[in-house]
């Protein structure tokens, strides 16, 4: 998707180009077109002027930005699918041993909510973060260039507004990764209970099964009161003080500059037009970095299933003959309790799908520790895996938290 990418990302960059052009333009607008400089005499032509070329460089940028909208979009459906496909696919070449240890719903949120994040972060936030780098770049020249002892009083605040970011993001990551772990744990409830739910009714369950969703739900509950009190509702306040506290120094400092004749009005406007570009990458940088840490936890449960080990395969063959606990292959010729507690599937011809734990082994047949439900036969292909987590009736184990 290299080309999608770089495409959204160009267009991206011109469009945050076009927006800096802006602000340089107030200052004539004001100055000459309205006459605020001293001794000038307001021009409507050069309003005019400045507000057609305004209303262009608007007119563009709205339809670069539905240009750049379906690109970013589209790529992150892309590498949503990609990584969703790709977790799926792992899953089930992984041993049996891997699923005893975890729950189902844990595993589910991972291949569908956790996949979902993802898309988010690669279809608007990475973009958005890499731009905002850029305006806060772009913009600081330009307020620098401009007035530089103003710039210097307009960013006091910026260094409490980075030391809160650095903060509130270890509180972010920690938050998120418990939130997505009560989730799936809730999920786990009903994955295990709406396929059993005939069971459940038949012995009247229906009341533990609700008070067991309760417990998993409120442990959710805890968990999301504690980030809306401890970090949700206090990180977005406190960084529009402080950028706040930024626009108010310009209009105190400039206005008191103003009145001393060490700036005029055109200056002054298009200044604050820049400080207002200057602080909205940073009130955005806050809150993309929360979304950042919930595509980080989402991706460390991903990474979680795709750096499992694959299932090892020792052996895939084509059995001569089989029995009810015995599957032979005359043309091995295994060493005595060689594949003791490895696990022989059946992965094709009669019998197809039936996996077995491993009792012992001759040189040529294999003793399960459990009668096949169809016995094995000279069309059956089978093959030898890593083994852990099957039962004698070759069912998975119980399931364990994640």
């Known amino acids: 998707y290299k080309g999608r990418a770089f495409a959204a990302f160009a267009l991206a960059v011109l469009l945050t180009s076009m927006s800096v052009v802006q602000p340089w333009l107030v200052r004539p607008l004001f100055n000459k077109g309205f006459g605020t400089a001293e001794g000038v005499k307001p021009d409507f032509e050069i309003v005019r002027l400045i507000v057609s070329i305004m209303v262009g460089l608007l007119v563009l940028r709205t339809i670069g930005q539905v240009f750049q909208l379906r690109l ?15 977790v799926y696919a792992h899953m089930h070449k992984l041993s049996l041993s891997f699923f005893a240890k975890k729950q189902t719903g844990t595993l589910v949120t991972r291949v569908t909510s956790d996949t979902e994040r993802l ?18 770049i772009g913009v600081g020249v330009c307020v620098f260039v401009m007035d530089w002892k103003l710039a210097s009083f307009s960013l006091l605040p910026f260094p409490l507004m980075f030391a809160l970011i650095v903060v509130f993001h270890k509180r972010l990551h920690r938050s998120f990764g418990r939130m997505w772990h009560r989730w799936g744990q809730m999920t786990s409830v009903v994955a295990g209970a709406l396929p059993g739910v005939r069971v459940i009714k038949a012995f009247s369950q229906e009341n533990q099964e609700v008070r067991r969703f309760e417990d998993k739900s409120n442990a959710l509950y805890n968990v999301e009161k504690a980030y809306i009190a401890g970090v949700r509702s206090l990180f977005g306040p ?8 930024g626009t108010l120094i310009v209009w105190m400092l400039g206005g ?109 047949v294999l003793t399960v520790s459990s009668a096949w439900a169809i016995n094995p036969d000279a069309t059956s292909t089978y093959k030898i895996l890593a083994g852990g987590g099957v039962t004698d009736h070759g069912l998975l184990t119980g399931l364990g938290d994640a």
């Open 72 to 86: 970013s979009l589209g790529l992150g459906t892309l590498v949503s699918r990609h990584i969703r496909n790709m």
């Open 119 to 136: 898309w988010y972060f690669v279809s608007s936030v990475f973009i958005d973060m890499v731009l905002a780098v850029m305006m806060l």
């Open 238 to 245: 406190t960084m529009m003080l402080c950028s706040s506290l």
């Open 256 to 364: 008191w500059w103003l009145s001393q004749g060490k700036t005029d009005l055109g200056t002054l406007a298009s200044f604050q037009m820049f400080l207002a570009m200057f602080m909205r990458p940073i009130n955005r940088i806050a809150h993309m970095d929360e979304m950042f840490n919930r595509a980080a936890t989402s991706a460390q449960r991903i990474f979680d299933i795709l750096d499992t080990q694959l299932v090892v395969e020792y052996v895939s063959s084509t059995a001569t003959s089989g029995a009810a606990t015995t599957l032979t292959d005359t043309t091995q010729s295994w060493s005595t309790d060689l594949w003791l507690n490895k696990i022989v599937k059946i992965t094709g011809g009669t019998g197809v799908d039936q996996s077995r734990t491993i009792a012992s082994n001759t040189a040529t």
